[in-house]
């Protein structure tokens, strides 16, 4: 009996979930049109998005050469070594998933959080896994209230509700307002995000031994993550991994 319960409940779920397909098509989130496909993109733009499910830098997450395999790290990292443990983004942050990225993070367009979840779920499974906490990168109070969404929340919001693991949404704060990261070099930034975030006092006891998943929408040269990574170290984090929707490749011509 409970299972023909179970049956007509979830044949019920797809009907209305069909109907709401055919009286309201799903939006492309690149091209913004409707009823290109069964997902969120059609099927030309998916194939355009370069998803890096192949090797990655475990320290950075950035693609590895065909001479490196899964789990080694790449020559930068072993340079300067990033503050966090592991990093991995779902896909590249190139023209053609750039709509993607800046429809979220400048418009608030949140019909694809559920995608980028899922995405971003596969490409840090490991590290979610190990996880005891999310931690989403936080905005100035100031620019939370002019923006009235902070896209990283969203995302951390998304993949706790897809994976279980419980986030912190005000674990960190941003002590001051920072400009813009968006056509500085690398070295600027870091400048520019240094000692900009800190632990919220009472959030400590979230934190201190705990296996921590830092959540952003882009990781471009690291600054911003760094810094975060640095304030939830000091407070006694046990780890700190990074996930990320998408990750710069080459730092040429970035517009974030």
């Keep these: 009996m409970a299972r023909d319960m179970e049956q007509r409940q979830s044949r019920s779920k797809a009907f209305l979930r069909n109907a709401a397909d055919f009286l309201w098509p799903p939006r492309s989130l690149v091209s913004r049109e409707r009823g290109l496909g069964k997902g969120p993109l059609a099927p030309h733009e998916f194939s355009q998005i370069h998803f890096l499910s192949g090797a990655v830098c475990d320290r950075c ?30 896909f590249v942050y190139d023209p053609a998933s750039r709509r993607l990225v800046l429809d979220l993070k400048r418009s608030g367009r949140r019909d694809g959080l559920g995608t980028f979840a899922g995405w971003m779920a596969q490409a840090g499974r490991t590290l979610l896994d190990e996880a005891d906490v999310i931690v989403p990168v936080p905005l100035h109070y100031g620019r939370l209230a002019t923006r009235g ?6 995302l951390g919001g998304a993949l706790s509700r897809r994976t279980g693991v419980p986030m912190v949404v005000d674990a960190l704060k941003r002590t001051r307002r920072t400009p813009t990261q968006g056509g500085l070099s690398a070295r600027a930034r870091r400048r520019n995000v240094a ?3 800190a632990l919220r006092p009472n959030r400590a006891g979230h934190i201190q031994g705990k296996r921590v998943l830092l959540i952003d929408d882009v990781l471009t040269t690291g600054a911003t993550l760094g810094a975060c990574t640095r304030a939830l170290r000091r407070a006694g984090a046990r780890q700190v991994d990074v996930l990320v929707l998408a990750r710069v ?8």
């Design 61 to 90: 997450g950035t693609p590895l050469g065909a001479e490196l395999d899964e789990g080694e790290i790449c020559a930068v990292c072993i340079a300067r070594p990033p503050r966090w443990d592991r990093a991995r983004a779902a």
């Design 149 to 154: 969404f902070n896209q990283s929340a969203w």
């Design 195 to 197: 000692g900009a975030f």
């Design 249 to 256: 490749v080459r730092e040429t011509d970035v517009t974030i």
